[in-house]
């Protein structure tokens, strides 16, 4: 099973159907009303076996190399997700989306996890470019992007299906060669 320690208190790990179904299905409950709105895709996740199968599906993408959907952990508890998917095989990229329960916001988290991705992308699966989009007006989005290294690259008009319909979305660009500079700084 794939699961990478980015620090001794958050790891990054391969789902766990069973066992992380109920836990990832609570957050998204509990914070449905901030989700939805930038990820319409939380709507069609209602039931304990909608996340079932959504892990499953994540499992075999993983077991196949083509995405990692990975389980967030904090201190031992189940606190998100974290993807590297789309993998463009013409140009070896791959995008990157997230999302973390609101308890653990705001502490750095996530900047650490896509930090996590992005080491799993580039040695891993040897991706040569990575990619975030964000909305424009979704703030700790475009920060995660920005404190992790991403560059930004440019503004897609009406880029991003949201609830209430296509916005604008900025798309930021960490390069493997980007990424391997920034270690040895």
């Not at 308890?103 to 996890?113: D, S």
């Not at 975030?132 to 897609?156: H, M, P, W, Y």
């Not at 991003?160 to 391997?180: P, R």
Request: glycine letters at 6%.
């Amino acid at each position: 099973m794939l699961s990478y320690h980015v620090t001794p208190t958050i790891e990054l790990r391969a789902p766990l159907p069973q066992q992380d179904a109920p836990m990832l299905l609570a957050l998204l409950k509990a914070n449905r009303d901030q989700y939805q709105y930038y990820l319409p895709w939380v709507a069609t996740l209602q039931t304990l076996d909608d996340e079932q199968q959504f892990l499953m599906t994540a499992e075999a993408q993983l077991a196949r190399s083509q995405a990692l959907n990975l389980v967030i952990v904090v201190n031992q508890q189940v606190a998100g997700m974290i993807s590297c998917d789309h993998f463009g095989d013409s140009d070896d990229s791959a995008n990157v989306g997230y999302w973390l329960g609101r308890q653990f916001q705001g502490r750095g988290v996530m900047t650490m996890a896509v930090r996590g991705i992005c080491h799993l992308g580039f040695d891993h699966y040897h991706r040569q470019r990575l990619r975030i989009r964000a909305a424009v007006d979704n703030q700790a989005s475009n920060a995660v992007a920005q404190r992790s290294g991403f560059k930004f690259l440019k503004t897609e008009p009406r880029g991003q299906h949201l609830l209430d319909g296509d916005h604008d979305e900025n798309v930021y660009e960490l390069s493997a060669t980007m990424y391997y500079q920034g270690l040895r700084e």
